[in-house]
């Protein structure tokens, strides 16, 4: 399989997903995903993706909270 973006050779790995959802940050972890070794670029099988969607929609408590800090660039120096 190759890559839709550059036509680089995909693998199959685990990654991070995240995505701002209802005024917050989301992170899921081990997703698979179609990596492209030459540019990085990822992309989801339709079954992951309603698998993505189906874990936000449940509103099913997470299995841990992390605390991120944020920056505003227009306030610093």
């Known amino acids: 399989m190759t890559c839709e973006l550059c036509g680089g050779p995909v693998e199959e790995k685990r990654v991070t997903y995240t995505l701002f959802y209802e005024n917050h940050w989301v992170i899921v972890e081990n997703v698979p995903a179609l990596v492209c070794r030459q540019c990085g670029e990822k992309s989801f099988k339709p079954e992951t993706v309603e698998h993505l969607q189906q874990v936000l929609w ?20």
């Open 58 to 77: 449940s509103k099913q408590a997470p299995v841990k909270k992390v605390q991120t800090p944020v920056y505003d660039l227009s306030q610093t120096a």
